[in-house]
């Protein structure tokens, strides 16, 4: 039985040492992490030199502590500093595409970044040594970088909406970067930008709907010219909505343009109608000017014989 308490009683202490172990400090562990931040080298470092400054702490930090001193704990903060580093590379190869779409991603990553830097600053010793703090200001620059790029996409952007969306993403990425006259600025130019769209789409829209209710008289009976008449109108309404459509480069500008077709066609189809008639009133116009001239010429040539037979009857 004593031998049996004496084992059990081993295996607790080899359970604690165990489990222990995660956290005790060792001279391996140090130069474990000091391989590893030394290791890192990682192309960001030539755009921003506030990760330079943050390896160059890290690493100064580790190496500055007792063997002891470094635990698991510091390898958990350490490995998470590398893995914003590495985060940060891939945002910054996203953001060197000229694709506007690529940049929304890099925003994204960003984001996550920011959230790793906020788990950073709940250990005590990369905190109190600020590395997260040139971290965030690495980001900042990151964001005002997106602020001006997306600001000259905008100014570039034939489409409205589109202008709109990317005014609103530099005003966003700008406040992020500390930049916040400029997101004010761009804000406000996103603002009056949307305003003039709305109004505008407002106005596009009730042409279109004015242009719909024509065509449809258009195709239904009336009296000779009415049909014609309203498809004139369906044609002029469409067209002014249209004008509103290709000011803004509108992507809704192709599914209007079926419209357009379908009163082109109604248009042609009561123009030759309306030609077809005018034709026949023509025609008849045509035959009552024959039988009338006829009937002159039948009359003239009766006066004339008359007028013969006067000047006989004379002599």
Known sequence: MKIR???AVLVLILLLLACASPVAGSDELKRV???DIISLNSPVFGD????VLAKAKTQAVIQGMHGSAVTEDCRNWVDLFIAIVKDFDAMTALSKNDDPSYHREAIKKAEMINESIYELRAYDIPESNGIPLLLELALKRFYRREGSFFQDIAADTAETKLK?????LSATTYALGGMHSDATRMEFEARHDERV???DMAR???????SERHLHNATQPALFGAA???ILRARDSFERAKRIYEKHSDPELDA???KGAEIDAVYRRLMLDTLKIVAVYLLILLAITVVLWWDFRRWSEELEDTRLGIELIGQ
């Open 5 to 7: 308490g004496g084992m």
């Open 164 to 168: 709109i969306e990317y005014e609103y």
């Open 33 to 35: 992490l000091l391989r």
């Open 48 to 51: 921003y030199k506030e990760l």
């Open 197 to 199: 769209y709305d109004r």
């Open 256 to 258: 209007i343009s079926a």
């Open 228 to 230: 014609f008449m309203e």
């Open 204 to 210: 596009a829209r009730a042409y279109m709907e004015d």
